[in-house]
């Protein structure tokens, strides 16, 4: 499984991690996924072990842009990142899940014929308020039947 979203935001290049902000639900979501609800207590780099452990590696849809702040709708100036050759080095790959629908649109055209099952997630996002987080984690947890 490889989640993808779209660029990581300030607060994840200030920290040199994914999903750094506080308010980013990523590691809770997935973590519920995975099966492990004190998943974002953990520390940063024992998730990367679990969700390595668990088959699960997490990308972006970008290689670089310009935004000014962390919205997806200040994205200007993108490289897209090289997902249909990364995927066609990884055979055991079941699935690509996006995280968001700025991740989807861009990613779906770049993997078009892939032979992986895209799946669309909900954003993680801070800024994606619009539904409450047991209904965004209903969603994530569909990423269980592409695990191990």
Partial sequence: ML????????????????????????????????GREDFAALDYERRVEILRASGIGVW????????????????????????AELVATLPTLRAVAFNGATAARIGRKLLAGAPVELVDLPSSSPAYAAMPFAEKSKRWNLLRGFLG
């Fill in 3 to 34: 989640i993808l979203g779209s660029l990581p935001g300030e607060a994840s290049l200030k920290a040199a991690r994914y999903y750094a902000h506080p308010q980013n639900q990523f590691w809770r979501l997935v973590g519920a996924a995975i």
């Fill in 60 to 83: 972006d849809v970008l290689a670089s842009a310009i935004r000014p702040g962390s919205l997806d709708a200040a994205i200007r100036e993108v490289e897209h990142a090289p997902l």
